[in-house]
């Protein structure tokens, strides 16, 4: 079946350090791509996605490559601040599938 | 602009005791609508999703029980609870098949 593997956490880093989640997948076919960003006490948000090979996310100065050849999607920001501190889920929604797969999640923390 | 509202947003419920949780979208029409559970050490299950009115998946067999009585209206149940329900409870939404919208959840502890 389909399954996401996500870099264990929790990540700490410093204000305006660069980041990086890795993300890895294994399906059938040509998934969809997500990643979703959860704070504390509150529900996921959809941070960015990508639909097919070679699509690159992008949104609030986070990215991330669809990576077929290597079945990666890895979460990618230049400069981080503290209100970035959430917890990272990379995800797929298999082709024909209503079920997004998701991985365990990445606590990021970020200290002035 | 699409809105999606869940309630309660916290429960304490004692164990053997029935749960309603409600959830309703609004600003679209005919979504798909799912319940997950995030449990601690268990990331997130889909319980149930629904492509239209009355009509009901279940990817998790369990005591929990969901309803669409509406075409924006999501309804998780349970006859008597029990102390492995705990968590937070997502609901969530989609137009497109795969990108999906989530609420605010709810906490419910069972004790």
């Known amino acids: 079946g389909d399954s996401v593997t996500q870099m264990e956490g929790p990540v700490t880093l410093s204000e305006e350090a660069f980041l990086t989640i890795n993300c890895t997948y294994t399906?059938?076919?040509?998934?969809?791509l997500f990643w979703y960003v959860q704070y504390p006490g509150e529900g996921l948000q959809l941070l960015l996605k990508?639909?097919?090979?070679?699509d690159k996310g992008s949104n609030k100065g986070f990215e991330a490559t669809y990576r077929k050849e290597t079945t990666s999607f890895h979460l990618e920001k230049g400069s981080v601040q503290v209100s970035d501190s959430a917890v990272y889920f990379c995800?797929?929604?298999?082709?024909?599938?209503?079920?997004?797969?998701f991985g365990k999640g990445t606590k990021l923390s970020v200290i002035p | 602009s699409q809105t999606i509202h869940q309630w309660p947003a916290t429960l304490v419920q004692p164990v053997g005791s029935p749960l309603s949780l409600e959830c309703t979208v609004e600003?679209?029409?005919?979504?798909?609508l799912y319940w997950y559970r995030q449990a601690a050490g268990r990331g997130l299950q889909l319980l149930f999703y629904?492509?239209?009115?009355?009509?009901i998946s279940s990817e998790v067999p369990q005591n929990l029980s969901a309803s669409r009585p509406q075409d924006r209206q999501f309804i998780l149940s349970s006859k008597k609870l029990l102390l492995s329900d705990s968590g937070f409870y997502l609901c969530?939404?989609?137009?497109?098949?795969?990108?999906?919208?989530f609420g605010p959840g709810t906490r419910l502890t069972v004790l």
């Open positions: 995800a797929l929604c298999g082709a024909g599938s209503y079920q997004l797969t």
């Open positions: 629904s492509v239209g009115i009355g009509q």
């Open positions: 969530a939404w989609s137009v497109e098949r795969d990108t999906q919208y």
């Open positions: 600003g679209t029409s005919n979504p798909n």
């Open positions: 399906a059938t076919g040509y998934p969809s």
């Open positions: 990508a639909t097919k090979a070679d």
